[in-house]
C-alpha cells in the first residue's frame, strides 16, 4: 500500500495536532505517511521531499508549522499538488503562523485550515481525495451524517437538564 496523503510536521512538538488529522485519515482508510521537515533547518530535505512526491504517488500533502511558518509555502512552490496548512499556536496565539500560511502569493496557493485545525486539514484532504474514490466518498457521507446526529444528541441532553428558572 503506498501513501496518498503526506503529513509533514515543522517538529515532533507539533504531533499532537496532527495526530488528529492521522486519526481522521485512519478512520477513512485513506493511507498516509507522516514526516518532520524543517524548512528553516533542514530545507534540502524538504526540497527533496516536495519535488519527490508526486512521482511517488502523493496526492495531496498536509504541512504544519509555528511562528514563521514557511513549511506550508515553501513546499507549495515546489510541487504541483494540493498543499493544506496548519498554522501551530507558538506565539502570538497562533495568529503570526496564520497570516504566514494564508498570505501566499499569486499562483502559489496553500489552502488554509484554522490554527491548531488538524482534523480540519484531513477532512479537506479527504473531499480532495474523494472526488475520484467512490468508496472513500461513502465513507466521508456516513462519517459528515454523524456529525447532525452529535448534535441532535447533544440538544437531547439539554433538554433533561433542569434548572429552576428554565423554561422548557
Do not use: C, W
Not at 510536521?9 to 485519515?25: H, V, Y
Not at 499569486?106 to 468508496?135: C, F, R, Y
Request: avoid cysteine; charge should be neutral.
Amino acid at each position: 500500500m503506498k501513501p496518498t496523503v503526506s503529513i509533514i510536521m515543522g517538529s515532533t512538538s507539533d504531533l499532537p495536532i496532527l495526530k488528529k488529522a492521522a486519526d481522521f485519515l485512519n478512520q477513512m482508510e485513506v493511507p498516509f505517511e507522516m514526516h518532520a521537515l524543517s524548512a528553516h533547518r533542514t530545507p534540502a530535505e524538504v526540497e527533496s521531499f516536495a519535488r519527490g512526491a508526486e512521482e511517488r504517488g502523493i496526492k495531496v500533502i498536509i504541512a504544519a508549522a509555528g511562528m514563521a511558518a514557511a513549511l506550508p509555502g515553501v513546499i507549495a512552490a515546489m510541487t504541483p499538488l494540493p498543499v493544506i496548512g496548519i498554522p501551530i499556536n507558538s506565539t502570538l496565539d497562533g495568529v503570526d503562523a496564520l497570516y504566514s500560511i494564508v498570505q501566499m502569493p499569486p499562483g502559489i496557493s496553500v489552502a488554509t485550515v484554522g490554527i491548531n485545525a488538524g482534523l480540519n486539514a484531513a477532512v479537506t484532504a479527504v473531499q480532495i481525495l474523494a472526488i475520484g474514490d467512490s468508496g472513500l466518498a461513502a465513507r466521508f457521507k456516513a462519517y459528515r451524517s454523524t456529525l447532525s446526529q452529535k448534535i441532535v444528541n447533544a440538544n437531547e441532553e439539554l433538554k433533561a437538564l433542569k434548572y429552576d428558572f428554565k423554561v422548557d
